[in-house]
């Protein structure tokens, strides 16, 4: 069964899944933007985790491109997966190759976990400032290119106009069927 692609325009926090991607850093500490947020809904339990695993696990950071499972504290989403992109360097220093590769583990992440909706945001295009019309077609292909069976539904999480559109843009371009979707999944 192929899977199915929603593209919704709002806040993470607010998605119902069976996961929510976090855009974080390496330290797993906490930030700004989706991290922020993620943080602030979903309550200090998520934020425990995350420094168990920091300590047990990736004590020197998790590395760019990789992710890792938590709860999903008090959001509306049963986990959250947090994953690490690259920081925009202009261009030259593999950006693209590792977000491409945070993608797709956050794909193997969830078909491992068997997890039928997971909510992914733009990732980088924020904070880390890597150029949104040069992040959505690797996030969009990476998705596509995904052979595993889970998740069967995948929401592209976009926070505003400018990067729903590019990512609808795209998405008909490659003649690629997507639903628009309301925040439950
Ligand atoms: N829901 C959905 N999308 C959002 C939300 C939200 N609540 N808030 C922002 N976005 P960013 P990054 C969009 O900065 O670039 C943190 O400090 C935003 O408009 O969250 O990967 C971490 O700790 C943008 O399109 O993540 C790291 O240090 C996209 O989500 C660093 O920021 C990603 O923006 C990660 O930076």
Known sequence: MAMEIYVWKGDITSVQTDAV?????????????????????????????????KIKKYPNGLPTGQCVLTSGGQLPSKYVIHAVGPVWKGGEYWEASLLETCYKNILQLSFERAFESVAVPSISTGIFAYPKELAAPIAIKTVL???????????????DQETKDLYEEILNKSGTEYKEGISSF
Do not use: W
């Open 21 to 53: 991607v976090n855009a974080a850093n390496s330290s797993l500490g906490g930030g700004g933007g989706v991290d922020g947020a993620i943080h602030r809904i979903g309550g200090p339990k998520i934020a425990e985790e995350c420094r168990i695993l």
């Open 145 to 159: 290119e995904h052979k595993g069976q889970f998740p069967r539904k995948l929401i592209f999480v976009c926070f």
